[in-house]
């Protein structure tokens, strides 16, 4: 039984309630979401639906979070629609093949990178960048779904496009269908204000009526249904309806991509992977530690990988971790991955019986439960935050969002890892180095520019913050030049390299040249401070040979050295 | 007179000899080299002389270093091959005329990269991926240049390609070419190692004869012209030369890419861009120190900007400062980019009037010539070295070699380029992070794991050498939780800054969550050793806010409170 999951193995009666409470209320969040995430990702509902069993039970098997809901999410859906639509006309049989084969894609690519053990390259992504991301597809998702609000038919997937198509095609809006949707999207918007403080006043604990107030979309779905079956409004008013939703599960079979699929698909794949993994993660993550929990990257990569493959062996799309249903299995009680298996079985049946429940509700219902959604993915508080704290970073986040929104969502996010790798690189290059004087009276040694401190005579005292490697070891010889060109009394420079853990190749190669040029000069280099493994690797060095005893344990014993043995001249 | 470059402002008549010197000992050197990096670039001969006449002068105007000799080099010129093969027949009127306009725009980018003030970026390509890079280039060129020793006619640009095309035609080989061929290698190698020190005893000081010692491929052009010419070989016995060579100055034109070259040329220019400069600033950086002078990476890339800007307008193609004619210009006693004026002023010269001497100049002497000059650059003794040290340096180093022979120079690059960040990436997020605890009897801290030191009950202090950003808060973070889950008598964590020069946006939102999550849990975060700056952002920050009396100036301090001080029992 070893190859069970650590929780079944381990799982205790008294979880059995909050999981499942959890996977019933989160099922009710799911319906209308996996719909209407189908209908952003330009698939038919029932992809959705598909997309929402399989890849929960893989998911609950292998990965390592207590509370993450996986499945359809916004954002992922969104970038799906984006790789496709230039591919194959949207619902075409063509269409739905990619959106598999794209899934299978990213699940081979998380499971890749699981095994490659590289779940920290999810950290090289900043925190400013994904919120400009994820604000940037929000405003992108949101216009796209007004023309569903208007009853129009217009085409075109970027933000410009879409308002002026829908300014021109204005005239032609359908009242009913507007009357639907605004009326859906007034309800949600005072649901997720006002509904979990009333029902709470109607004697609900907060936890509890929290969790109901989530649970408003289904509501404005039952209603709308019925509102519209009953009217036949889908005849008389030209509701643009669901319709035929094919009933039973999905059949299992596998799109493998040829090779010009492959050679559309990889970058796509590449990127919703990366943005999926890194949303869920830090969804699981934020939620594990409100209990003390652990998340590993690495597992959550296999977890992920193996949800995606499923997805794509039921008929799906490319799933991941959401915020919102995450937060609401948490808050509703889930204790382990069975609240998932619930939900994917409550799916299982919905797909098996319901799915002609679905035939009346109006796709203006689903976008506005999407509107409303995105709408609270916005996040103007992490950048004004963000502009008082760090303006580079600010700038970053802008220009992500701007990125999203001007260019899509793969040129976006391009510019934001652009953007983050950037930052790094510039930032790594810049170390502080600090010139470093005696406090007097004290074995300790501070920037001569912010403290009274004693300096020796001839000998320049360098303090350098950072370990050396390719990207600062030039900026140090540059700075050590500059000095000397500045001072030319200077017969002795040391190296205090308390913080410098590592010299690779590049920066061995620059300071062994330095030591060189300066010996030519008269100029004694000499280190103190260096740590026990970086001294064991520079010793059997050309540097290190050169050096011996020049390598001072403590800057104070390197201070001494200097004032008592001055330095041969020049 | 500002306008004028500061070495010709401040010129003494005493350098006026050596840069004469050194200006006619380049040009004997830069005839055969210009000529063969032609051919290597599959363009004319003239080619290569027109781009070692404008670009000269206009490096010399607006560069910074004294003796950087500018021109065609062996690397960008295989680089320049590769990038037009698949658009054009190599020595067409569009060969060529794609060959300026990718000067152009290195060029440009050149200059912009100046005006941007991004010299820095130089720094990104670390030595072991130079290194890699320059061998492997290398290997290509001399594998590249084997059919013209051997008479042969074989199409194909990879290694294997050519190799088993030339296999294929060996049957074909020309006896009288090759014999030219190998008579000039054997004589450039031996010259190479015997030349000079024989000269020395000639009596020749041994500056001097090293500098003769690389005249050695001038001899062989002249004896080997004057042999085919005098017995007609070319006709005779089939040996390939030169043949005519236009004479006359180039005439100044600007060829601009239209959209189509634009998109097929960029990429290419942009390696050129980065592995030219690199090369460029590497060299004149190592010879400027030698006589304490200074390289500025900014003005190096308008310098070299404007040269290529100038190789574009008079007819040449792609060009920066090479190895072998810089340390000859050097040595050769060049004071001041005058030596280049000299060199530019002759080149001239030939062009104008003695092309016609090139006529009986066989193709295999040029292939010797290059094999010879390329051979140098492979370089053993970085991988050794490398091997011994750093073997993650050194795997970087054989895969960057490795990439360019199996995929060609931009693949290769390419692949080097990314090796360098993926290292940087990893190396970034792995901080070095200490337990620490007080050495007995001082305010010293040191590391749990290595020192015998005393610690508080229920204080973890740790002390991270890094700044803290995006791509290493959450190792952190991870590290804290993991120390916290093993030791539950943990109330206060210390976090000493001494080496933490920023914190980004995505640092402080991790640190800021992770002080609420410890806060519910009963546990203390406090800082030591915050530096001024650093503390300056925190302060107003929600973070600095909920810190206020727990940040300590020193270690010692936060010790002394924690031991007096117990914290709240959880």
């Given at each position: 039984m070893n190859w069970l999951p650590e929780w079944v193995r381990r799982y205790q009666p008294g979880w059995l309630a909050g999981d499942l409470?959890?996977?019933?209320?989160?099922?009710?969040?799911?319906?209308?979401?996996?719909?209407?995430?189908?209908?952003?990702?330009?698939?038919?509902?029932?992809?959705?639906?598909?997309a929402s069993i399989l890849p929960i039970v893989a998911y609950a098997l292998l990965g390592s979070s207590m509370t993450l809901a996986v499945g359809p999410v916004a954002v992922v859906s969104l970038m799906t629609a984006s790789a496709l639509q230039p591919l194959a006309a949207a619902g075409s049989a063509q269409y739905?093949?990619?959106?598999?084969?794209?899934?299978?894609?990213?699940?081979?690519?998380?499971?890749?990178?699981?095994?490659?053990?590289l779940g920290f390259l999810a950290h090289f992504l900043s925190h400013p960048v994904i919120s400009g991301f994820i604000s940037g597809s929000a405003v992108l998702i949101a216009v796209g779904q007004l023309k569903y609000i208007l009853g129009l038919k217009v085409a075109g997937s970027g933000v410009l496009e879409t308002v002026t198509g829908l300014l021109e095609?204005?005239?032609?809006?359908?009242?009913?269908?507007?009357?639907?949707?605004?009326?859906?999207?007034?309800?949600?918007?005072?649901?997720?204000?006002?509904?979990?403080?009333?029902?709470?006043?109607?004697?609900?604990?907060?936890?509890?009526?929290?969790?109901?107030?989530?649970?408003?979309?289904?509501?404005?779905?039952?209603?709308?249904?019925?509102?519209?079956?009953?009217?036949?409004?889908?005849?008389?008013?030209?509701?643009?309806?669901?319709?035929a939703v094919p009933q039973g599960l999905p059949r299992l079979a596998l799109s493998v991509?040829?090779?010009?699929?492959?050679?559309?698909?990889?970058?796509?794949?590449?990127?919703?992977?990366?943005?999926g993994f890194v949303e869920s993660v830090s969804v699981a993550q934020s939620l594990a530690l409100k209990r003390r929990q652990r998340i590993r990257p690495n597992r959550e990569l296999v977890g992920l990988g193996a949800a995606n493959v499923a997805s794509a062996l039921s008929g799906g799309y490319p799933v991941t971790g959401g915020f919102a249903r995450s937060v609401v299995n948490f808050a509703a009680g889930a204790n382990t991955p069975l609240a998932g298996v619930v939900s994917a079985a409550l799916m299982a049946l919905v797909i098996a019986a319901l799915t002609g429940l679905f035939y009346y509700l109006p796709h203006a219902v689903l976008a506005a439960t999407i509107i409303v959604a995105v709408t609270s993915l916005i996040d103007i508080g992490t950048f004004r935050q963000a502009w008082h704290y760090d303006r580079a970073d600010a700038l970053s986040l802008l220009a992500t969002a701007a990125g999203v929104i001007a260019l899509g969502v793969e040129a976006g996010i391009l510019t934001g890892v652009t953007l983050s790798l950037g930052l790094l690189v510039w930032r790594s290059s810049h170390p502080h180095i600090a010139v470093v004087?005696?406090?007097?009276?004290?074995?300790?040694?501070?920037?001569?520019?912010?403290?009274?401190?004693?300096?020796?005579?001839?000998?320049?005292?360098?303090?350098?913050?950072?370990?050396?490697?390719?990207?600062?070891?030039t900026?140090?010889?540059?700075?050590?030049?500059?000095?000397?060109?500045?001072?030319?009394?200077?017969?002795?420079?040391?190296?205090?390299?308390?913080?410098?853990?590592?010299?690779?190749?590049?920066?061995?190669?620059?300071?062994?040249?330095?030591e060189r040029s300066m010996a030519a000069r008269n100029i004694e280099l000499s280190l103190a401070e260096v740590k026990g493994p970086v001294m064991d690797r520079l010793r059997p060095t050309e540097l290190g040979q050169r050096m011996q005893g020049r390598v001072f344990l403590s800057t104070h014993e390197a201070f001494e050295h200097a004032s008592h043995s001055p330095a041969h001249a020049g």
């Open positions: 409470t959890a996977g019933l209320i989160v099922t009710v969040m799911l319906i209308p979401q996996s719909l209407a995430y189908a209908l952003l990702a330009g698939l038919p509902p029932e992809v959705g639906l598909y739905l093949a990619l959106a598999m084969q794209l899934s299978l894609l990213s699940g081979v690519m998380l499971l890749a990178f699981g095994a490659l053990r095609a204005l005239p032609q809006t359908r009242p009913a269908t507007l009357a639907i949707g605004v009326a859906s999207l007034a309800f949600l918007l005072l649901a997720r204000r006002y509904l979990a403080p009333a029902l709470q006043r109607l004697g609900l604990p907060p936890k509890a009526a929290d969790v109901m107030g989530k649970l408003a979309p289904m509501a404005a779905v039952i209603v709308s249904t019925a509102v519209v079956g009953l009217f036949r409004l889908d005849q008389s008013a030209g509701v643009s309806v669901v319709g991509p040829g090779p010009d699929a492959l050679a559309q698909l990889w970058l796509p794949a590449l990127l919703i992977t990366l943005v004087g005696r406090v007097p009276g004290t074995e300790h040694f501070r920037n001569v520019e912010r403290h009274a401190v004693q300096t020796v005579s001839g000998l320049l005292a360098l303090r350098v913050d950072e370990s050396l490697f390719f990207a600062n070891a900026v140090l010889e540059d700075r050590i030049e500059a000095l000397l060109a500045k001072d030319a009394t200077v017969r002795r420079v040391l190296l205090i390299c308390s913080a410098v853990n590592q010299i690779d190749v590049t920066a061995l190669g620059v300071l062994t040249q330095l």
